[in-house]
């Protein structure tokens, strides 16, 4: 049974950087074709893909937030991170991992809410 | 970016009847390998999004066959026949083709 689920600090002020933790189960990134992606969705809007770390570590980013965004993977631990430098309140909202073949399998999201 | 745009934007449907979500994106989701690069998703209240179709026509593991995909390079179609209780919520199409992946502004579906 594959599951994910998506930590992180809650709130957080303006132009810090935001830590996120997927950690996930059923599954292995190590496995040949397997991924992790981040998607985000600001409350009451649509879905915005962010980025995706593959088994071989290949990363593909959003080129409207490469600059900031910055994914890695701890094979060995089960876990996928998303750091995302200079937050705003523009970057409030839910963040979701997901298994990155179809986005089949989502965490239940973590709500990241960016104010002064 | 591709553009994925959708309508309508929200579908009124009698518990028992079909309903069809159309899908338009803005370049071909037809990869050379033959395969079409176009999903489905369902944001259910208060829920995450999980996967309907993939590759423009195929069920995902546990979903009702109420639902179908269809469609061509750049025209798609989320057909539920028989709509349910439990179909309410968001529908989004999303293209996982080419960087960035993108999404659909969404199509909220209730019962009349």
């Known amino acids: 049974q594959v599951t994910l689920k998506e930590s992180g600090p809650g709130i957080l002020q303006p132009s810090q950087t935001l830590s996120l933790t997927c950690s996930f189960s059923?599954?292995?990134?190590?496995?040949?074709?397997?991924?992790v992606g981040w998607i985000r969705q600001p409350s009451g809007k649509g879905l915005e893909w962010l980025a995706t770390?593959?088994?071989?570590?290949?990363?593909h980013y959003n080129p409207s937030l490469k600059s900031r965004l910055t994914i890695s993977k701890d094979t060995s631990n089960n876990q996928v991170f998303l750091k995302i430098t200079s937050v705003d309140t523009a970057d409030t909202g839910t963040y979701y991992c997901?298994?990155?073949?179809?986005?089949?399998?989502w965490g239940q999201g973590t709500l990241v809410t960016v104010s002064s | 970016d591709i553009v994925m745009t959708q309508a309508p934007l929200s579908v009124s449907v009698t518990p028992g009847e079909s309903a069809s979500i159309s899908c338009r994106s803005s370049?071909?989701?037809?990869?050379?390998?033959?395969?079409?690069?176009v999903y489905w998703y369902l944001q259910k209240p208060g829920k995450s999004p999980q996967l309907l179709i993939y590759?423009?026509?195929n069920l995902a593991s546990g979903v009702p066959d109420r639902f179908s995909g269809s469609g061509s390079e750049t025209d798609f179609t989320l057909k539920i026949s028989r709509v349910e209780a439990e179909d309410v919520g968001i529908y989004y199409c999303?293209?996982?083709?080419?960087?960035?992946?993108?999404f659909g502004a969404g199509t909220k579906l209730e019962l009349k």
């Open positions: 997901a298994h990155s073949a179809g986005f089949a399998y």
């Open positions: 059923g599954f292995l990134l190590s496995a040949s074709s397997v991924g």
């Open positions: 770390i593959g088994w071989e570590d290949v990363k």
């Open positions: 370049k071909s989701l037809l990869h050379s390998n033959g395969i079409t690069y």
């Open positions: 590759r423009m026509s």
């Open positions: 999303g293209q996982l083709l080419e960087n960035p992946y993108t």
